[in-house]
């Protein structure tokens, strides 16, 4: 999940330009937030509602996605300003172009108050961190975030996977304590397996035969061979590729730290030129030779690979939701991971509980740090999730034993992702069994069920490394991950041979992957302390 940003010199006429259109320059932001001067200590209620007496502004920027509408027009967001009394001011930027207008604004130093659902990545927060721009956020936490800390305090790895070495915290991430929202299940058409008498498989060998079946077997009854027995999500460059993350764990191989990380006895094992990696992509190569791996499956767009869902005519896919295939659940049930040639049965794929890193940062030029930090840490709590997420109650949603579920009259206009920033993901709220009715009704959770039992007892985030380091984990990971997915997808694919493994192994030792694994080794031992 490793992102990579640069900027080049900017004009001014740029800069004026973004900053006409956006948050402000600094100067402006203390002459509007005049009658608030002073420490925000003085202003800030400790507990309950309103936030603070005198109302206040505070200036945001976010990333908007496509489903989204204007955050001011989100009930979230009204109706949390009559309850603490505090306004805020978004500037919207597009996902495309988003990273390159956040550039812009630490460049020009022409800061918001707070960064909004805009990940904020590691080496981001490490770098505008050290320069001052964004605030140590450790001490903020502890006495005005209760639900924050009472996360952190309950999941220890959060704490350790946002704190940088130096022991400060300079953003806050999504967290997700519901394991059903971390992972993509594995989802097998089951009125296949009935039609054809099949059992669901259960190892690696079995998934084979069922996927012969299902390309021999006419499963759908319309004497052709036209039915897809397996497919996956294409890959985006730089994130790995999918095929290998949803399969990597038949093979003994896990995904910790945020990389193709296995954790033996507190050592860390970089396990992409090892031999049980060899097998998974000769696995991987044989189902792909015989026509039971989707042959777009390298260069399909998203749509076509919800649309392979939605048809009923594939038998076997990944995915976190049911909501593609709604109209035809009941063709699909989720099952466990499959156990692999030497006994491994892990579910390797999956997200940590701190799962969007950097979904919100304050910065240096926020007169009111203490108020910002109580007015985020609401949507920490499932109460304040539940606004987030559902909007208003019985406008939006409905209760029922103690859960929010949409009313069918919303859900049939299509808008949620006009009433909430959730939509569209990275948002700074927490995703509990409490408030995840929409993307986790039982059939979704029954798959989990079968997932859970081979989960890790902890997943570790991406650690934070110094400035410096995290320079070098980059440039080391440029290069490493581009030749290691090329690679790979040749592998699959059959257009390069077995035969090179052992070249393919001499290439990643050129290109210092054991320096890459004492880097992440040294980082993880910092995490333990």
């Avoid at 030749?483 to 390069?496: C, H, M, N, V």
Wanted: charged share 25%; glycine share 8%.
């Amino acid at each position: 999940m490793s992102k990579h940003w640069a900027r080049g010199a900017l004009s001014t006429a740029l800069i004026s330009a973004l900053l006409l259109a956006g948050c402000g320059s600094n100067s402006e932001k203390g002459a509007e937030t005049k009658n608030t001067e002073g420490s925000s200590e003085t202003t800030v209620n400790a507990t309950g509602f309103p936030l603070t007496k005198d109302a206040i502004t505070l200036k945001m920027f976010t990333r908007i996605a496509p489903v989204n509408g204007a955050f001011k027009d989100m009930p979230v967001f009204q109706d949390y300003e009559k309850m603490s009394n505090v306004h805020v001011e978004f500037t919207e930027a597009p996902t495309d172009g988003f990273q390159e207008k956040k550039n812009l604004l630490f460049a020009s130093n022409e800061l918001p108050d707070a960064f909004y659902r805009s990940g904020i990545s590691q080496l981001e927060a490490t770098r505008y961190g050290a320069a001052g721009q964004l605030i140590p956020l450790e001490d903020l936490v502890d006495k005005y975030a209760p639900n924050l800390k009472s996360l952190m305090e309950k999941y220890p790895e959060i704490r350790s996977g946002i704190t940088t070495p130096e022991g400060h915290i300079y953003a806050i991430p999504g967290i997700v304590t519901l394991d059903a929202a971390r992972t993509d299940k594995k989802w097998i058409n089951q009125a296949w397996l009935k039609k054809l008498n099949l059992d669901i498989p259960e190892t690696t060998d079995d998934l084979y035969n069922v996927l012969v079946a299902f390309r021999d077997k006419d499963p759908n009854g319309n004497g052709k061979k036209d039915e897809l027995p397996m497919t996956a999500r294409a890959p985006v460059p730089g994130q790995g590729l999918p095929i290998v993350n949803m399969m990597s764990g038949s093979f003994g191989l896990d995904q910790q730290l945020g990389y193709n990380i296995n954790l033996v006895n507190d050592k860390v094992e970089i396990w992409m030129g090892n031999d049980r990696n060899k097998e998974m992509l000769q696995y991987l190569n044989k189902l792909y030779k015989e026509k039971l791996l989707d042959p777009d499956m390298f260069s399909q767009k998203e749509a076509d690979y919800l649309a392979k869902q939605s048809s009923g005519n594939t038998g076997f896919f990944f995915d976190q939701t049911n909501n593609v295939f709604l109209e035809i659940q009941d063709q699909y049930t989720g099952i466990a991971p499959f156990k692999g040639p030497h006994g491994d049965q892990m579910q390797s794929q999956g997200a940590p509980i701190a799962r969007d890193f950097g979904a919100f940062a304050i910065t240096s030029a926020n007169k009111n740090p203490e108020l910002t930090m109580r007015w985020i840490d609401y949507f920490y709590s499932d109460e304040g999730s539940t606004m987030l997420r559902f909007g208003r109650e019985g406008e939006n949603y409905e209760m029922k034993d103690g859960i929010p579920y949409y009313t069918k009259a919303f859900l049939a206009t299509g808008d949620q992702g006009k009433i909430t920033p959730y939509a569209g993901g990275g948002a700074p709220h927490i995703i509990s069994d409490k408030v995840a009715s929409f993307i986790n009704p039982p059939q979704v959770q029954e798959a989990q069920d079968k997932l859970t039992p081979f989960m890790p007892k902890i997943r570790y985030a991406s650690p934070m490394f110094d400035e410096n380091t995290a320079q070098e984990v980059n440039i080391l990971r440029n290069d490493i991950d581009k030749y290691y997915e090329e690679q790979s997808t040749k592998f699959i694919a059959g257009a390069l041979s077995f035969d090179k493994w052992d070249e393919f192994q001499s290439t990643l030792k050129k290109m210092k992957i054991d320096t890459l694994q004492d880097l992440y080794q040294q980082a993880y031992d910092k995490m333990k302390k």
